[in-house]
């Protein structure tokens, strides 16, 4: 007959787990009730076409990277800045294949509102009034991050969540409503955190 | 007086002084009992192992049945799967209730026991169910875990516990998968790991004290070990992220675990304990003293250490006659 100590082994062993998934639950959700994101973002989502122009943040305002374009003889072909000095009668003489604005392909750029969770697309002229920290967690502490890759025991799951974004702080993780390229559904480029 | 009855006699004198206690008395009983008890020792007989390679066999041609021939219907798969294992499991449980077929009853639990989980993620596919997604697998798990909990209510065989174990910790696994929407970090899955181990060690533990459940300890001991010491060492990190909690309480761990295969006498506990030693000896050694001292260095004060912890091992096994 188990006396009470070997009762309590088993409850002890049965508890674990349980109280694990108890103190998981308070992580996980209990955050998401108090925890507000305060700090928009703006990202886009490219097709890496040769012709797509990228964008990067320098000195907390959002420039266009244009790509180096080659031609048939795998030569660079010259391409004119829109803010370029370059006299474009001159350059187009000099050349075939000069580029203009129109040439490029321009992906879409998103002001995010973390607090309503919805993606607004923006013009690249908006989005370069804003303020933009690139750090990786934002002013109120939030970064974001993709999920995980799945894989488990036995049979393994392929329904990973690895090119899902969520909005993440400690316990608490939001997932984030991203227009993704049609071209390229799981391209996400952070540009930065909408400062003031 | 016969050497019996002057063994109760002074039982008898201990509990008049209260020097010993109830409990105490059939402590020590009882664990005579499962120290001296065949069942304890009892190793798989060489049926048993023959009934489970044919278990194995029977499940993989019914895996490679299902998967490899062409224009099988979702009904024929469950059949050959999730109805063949039902089948096998009543197999098993008729040759169970006879005295001299009960030990083959053995071989058609092992079949159901792998081709039921196999046929439920076979019929949720045939459903339209995505059967990676963790919500299906924690059912399959789930399922499998209540058919075999019921059937260990029933027949209470050990082989049924060993099948709960496994399901459960499927089923636990997928569970707080589950519960995780997002990102997580790493440590998650260290901490789930080390409370799994700990489980299975207070798990074992219960088990021993029957003589009948004692063989499962062995199992249960071996991995839940291997399952709390691995994570806390994984918990430790390595510099510059190293965990300074993690590090410092690992060695109370390892040493906490030799004391317990000393007053449990277990060998299990002792060859784990003194392989995370010097496992952890390997880690810090590298981790702290490669640079300042140089790796040659390192190396040697780490082969002394390792040596050391060998010798504890001999000490501890020959001192306490743990075979």
């Known amino acids: 007959m188990k006396n009470n100590k070997d009762l309590w082994t088993l409850i002890i062993a049965l508890a674990l787990p349980v109280l694990l998934i108890i103190v998981m639950a308070f992580y996980l959700y209990l955050p998401a009730i108090f925890v507000k994101p305060q700090t928009n973002f703006i990202y886009y989502s490219g097709s890496y076409t040769e012709n797509e122009v990228s964008y990067k943040v320098v000195n907390n305002r959002l420039t266009v990277d244009y790509p180096t374009i080659y031609n048939q003889n795998n030569a660079i072909r010259p391409i004119i800045l829109p803010n370029s ?112 | 007086m016969t050497p019996k009855e002057e063994a109760l006699n002074y039982i008898t004198k201990l509990a008049q002084t209260n020097f010993v206690s109830r409990d105490e008395v059939l402590d020590a009983y009882e664990d005579g009992l499962s120290e001296h008890s065949p069942n304890l020792s009892r190793k798989m007989s060489i049926s048993e192992v023959l009934y489970f390679i044919g278990a194995l066999i029977v499940s993989i041609g019914a895996f490679f049945l299902v998967y490899n021939t062409e224009g099988l219907s979702s009904s024929v798969k469950i059949v050959f799967t999730l109805i063949f294992g039902l089948v096998n499991f009543s197999i098993g449980v008729v040759l169970n209730s006879r005295k001299n077929l009960e030990s083959v009853s053995f071989a058609f639990f092992l079949i159901s026991a792998f081709l039921i989980p196999f046929g439920l993620n076979i019929a949720f596919d045939a459903a339209g169910q995505n059967t990676g997604d963790i919500g299906v697998q924690a059912a399959i798990s789930g399922i499998s875990l209540a058919f075999f909990f019921v059937a260990q209510f029933l027949m209470k065989k050990n082989i049924f516990i060993f099948f709960n174990v496994v399901f459960g910790t499927w089923f636990f696994i997928a569970l707080t998968d589950l519960m995780i929407t997002g990102p997580i970090d790493w440590q998650f899955y260290a901490y789930r790991i080390l409370v799994i181990g700990l489980s299975y060690l207070f798990l074992g533990q219960f088990l021993k004290k029957n003589p009948i459940t004692a063989p499962l300890s062995g199992f249960l001991y071996a991995f839940g070990i291997l399952g709390f010491l691995g994570s806390a060492m994984s918990l430790g990190g390595w510099s510059p992220d190293q965990n300074i909690f993690w590090e410092l309480i690992f060695p109370v761990l390892v040493f906490g675990i030799l004391y317990l295969s000393v007053s449990m006498r277990n060998k299990s506990f002792l060859v784990f304990g003194t392989l995370f030693l010097m496992g952890y000896i390997g880690k810090i050694t590298a981790e702290y003293f490669s640079e300042g001292l140089g790796w040659p260095i390192a190396l040697m004060i780490c082969g002394i250490l390792v040596i050391g912890a060998g010798y504890l091992f001999v000490y501890i096994r020959k001192k306490y006659n743990l075979a």
Request: glycine residues 8%; hydrophobic residues 25%.
């Open chain 1, 85 to 196: 000095t370059i006299d474009k009668n001159t350059a187009q003489s000099s050349s075939p294949d000069v580029f203009n604005d129109a040439t490029y392909s321009w992906p879409d750029i998103y002001l995010y509102n973390t607090l309503t969770n919805e993606s607004q697309k923006i013009t690249l002229a908006q989005a370069k009034i804003y303020n933009l920290s690139t750090d990786s967690t934002s002013p109120d502490g939030f970064t974001i991050d993709h999920g995980s890759s799945g894989g488990g025991f036995p049979f393994g799951y392929s329904s990973g969540n690895y090119y899902t974004q969520y909005l993440k702080k400690g316990g608490y993780s939001k997932k984030l409503n991203i227009n993704y390229n049609q071209n390229n559904p799981y391209n996400f480029n952070f540009l930065g955190w909408v400062v003031k």
